[in-house]
């Protein structure tokens, strides 16, 4: 059974502190994980998709990468606007069921000004 | 529209009532998907449509949950007989294409409570 693990649940850091969310995963295939940022009451907002081990994706302040066994986001020097939950999911490519994700229960971020 | 569309965004049924939310995808996209959030939780999947087909159902949790497609564009989540368990927010996404690895695109969800 595909499972994804995230760590840490809740996270509280001051504007312009970088750290990282931690994204661990076992999956029969992996055929893509993805990241999703959710704010209060909004849907799951998609981030990135990382396909193999060594993949780097940026965006903004937000950089996504991946192992064979974990994916990182990393927040570099996060602002305000940043706080929201954060959500990682993968999508298994053996068997039939290469469609759906599976999700993990999200890392809360809240950044203080 | 720009991105997917639910309605109603709350509903409040009362124990044993029937309920029906309503998912417009992004114009063009042929899989769609039927996800259930609870409180703290990640999205768990309950069903997956490409066009008109529902081509798994696995995740519905019980026999009261059926979907539909039926033109292979908007969709209806139906719940028969509800249960307080069934509160939660339900989230429908749409991707372009009906293979693996697009990006699931979401909508803001219906939040159902059952009293």
């Known amino acids: 059974e595909d499972q994804v693990t995230q760590s840490p649940e809740a996270l509280r850091l001051q504007e312009g502190e970088s750290s990282s969310l931690n994204c661990s995963y076992t999956v029969s295939g992996l055929r893509g994980l993805f990241w999703y940022r959710q704010d209060p009451g909004k849907g799951p907002e998609f981030l990135f998709t990382l396909y193999s081990a060594g993949e780097e994706k940026e965006k903004e302040r937000l950089k996504a990468t991946l192992t064979k066994k974990e994916s990182f986001l990393h927040i570099t020097a996060p602002k305000p606007e940043d706080s929201a939950t954060y959500l990682c999911a993968v999508q298994a490519g053996g068997g039939g069921s290469n469609y759906k994700l599976t999700f993990g229960k999200g890392t809360l971020l809240t950044v203080n000004p | 529209g720009a991105g997917v569309s639910q309605s109603p965004r709350y509903k409040v049924a009362k124990r044993g009532q029937d309920v029906a939310l309503r998912c417009d995808p992004i114009?063009?996209?042929?899989?769609l998907f039927w996800y259930q959030q609870a409180l703290g939780q990640g999205p768990e999947f309950l069903t997956y449509f490409q066009n008109e087909a529902q081509l798994d159902k696995s995740g519905l949790p019980s026999d009261r949950f059926f979907a539909e497609r039926p033109e292979g564009s908007v969709s209806t989540l139906k719940i028969q007989r509800t249960q307080q368990e069934d509160s939660a927010v339900y989230l429908c996404?749409?991707?372009?294409?009906?293979?693996?690895?697009?990006?699931?695109?979401f909508g803001d969800g219906t939040r159902l409570s059952i009293l």
């Open positions: 114009s063009g996209h042929v899989s």
């Open positions: 996404a749409s991707s372009l294409l009906g293979v693996g690895n697009q990006p699931q695109h």
